[in-house]
């Protein structure tokens, strides 16, 4: 008996645990306006749960890059990074848009990230930013925001996928003609024409086994085992879809 309701007390903390959890990235005609924005701006998330990125700004050209509380804008050593996401028509083909998913690998460190965008003006000074699991105390998001819109120069570096408290099993998936992915100064991928396969932008968007990544490029080195580990994503994606 005691056994029985532990163990349905423990099904259901592994039920409630996977908070799962969506944020738009960038603003279209029907969210009223602002095109600088991550909604909502702050979540909680327990360890292990996916957050999906979903770039609905429409059109648009984003990125989702951390950085720290004390640099709004500038992306931080270690730190995970999407890669800027441009999409071009209104709406893409088929209406799917391209997502970015980042697990949370440490709910107890708060997550700080922005929008690496210039173009057409600086998107994280003009309050592109916003935060997982903001702790209790001194840091609060308003803070950041406001250092944000402060802040002198918006720093461009790609960060890889693997970043502090969050990582990303792979590069933003791309599913529809009119999205290009940027994820640096050597390499671009974009969508398949017709549209139909989710995988293979992201697949060439890797380097070959046992190169070393493009300069510039997302700094995870893939080998031979993360290409099969990237493989089973997309396959798994793919079914998803
Ligand atoms: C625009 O954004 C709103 C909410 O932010 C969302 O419900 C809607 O689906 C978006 N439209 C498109 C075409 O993505
Ligand atoms: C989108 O952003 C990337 C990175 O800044 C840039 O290379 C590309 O030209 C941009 N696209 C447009 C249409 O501005
Ligand atoms: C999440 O997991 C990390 C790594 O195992 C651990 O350090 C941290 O305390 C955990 N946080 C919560 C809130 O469970
Ligand atoms: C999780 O984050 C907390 C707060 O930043 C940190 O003290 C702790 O060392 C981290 N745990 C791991 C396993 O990285
Ligand atoms: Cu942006």
Redesign the pocket.
Same mark, same amino acid.
């Given at each position: 008996m005691r056994l029985t309701s532990l163990l349905a007390t423990l099904a259901a903390a592994a039920v409630a645990s996977a908070q799962d959890q969506t944020i738009?990235v960038g603003?279209?005609?029907?969210?009223n306006g602002n095109i600088y924005q991550f909604?909502p701006t702050t979540i909680t998330a327990t360890n292990g749960s996916v957050i999906t990125f979903l770039f609905?700004g /429409?059109p648009g050209n984003h990125s989702v890059t951390q950085s720290s509380f004390s640099s709004p804008c500038q992306p931080m050593a270690g730190g995970f990074g999407s890669g800027w996401v441009e999409i071009l028509t209104s709406?893409p083909t088929g209406?799917a /848009?391209p997502t970015w998913e980042l697990t949370i690998t440490n709910a107890s460190a708060p997550i700080w990230f922005f929008c690496q965008q210039l173009m057409p003006i600086p998107h994280c000074t003009a309050g592109m930013v916003g935060a997982i699991n903001v702790q209790p105390g001194a840091n609060s998001f308003s803070a950041f925001q406001s250092a944000a819109l402060k802040a002198g120069t918006v720093g461009e570096g790609q960060n890889g996928l693997v970043g502090i408290g969050a990582s990303a099993s792979a590069e933003p998936v791309i599913p529809s003609e009119g999205v290009t992915l940027f994820i640096g100064p050597s390499a671009t991928a974009t969508a398949p024409a017709g549209g139909s396969n989710s995988g293979s932008a992201a697949a060439s968007a890797s380097a070959p086994a046992g190169s070393a990544p493009p300069s510039g490029a997302v700094a995870i080195g893939f080998n031979f085992n993360s290409l099969i580990i990237l493989s089973g994503v997309i396959v798994g994606a793919v079914m998803v879809l």
């Open positions: 738009m603003g279209n005609e029907t969210n909604s609905n /429409l709406p209406n /848009l």
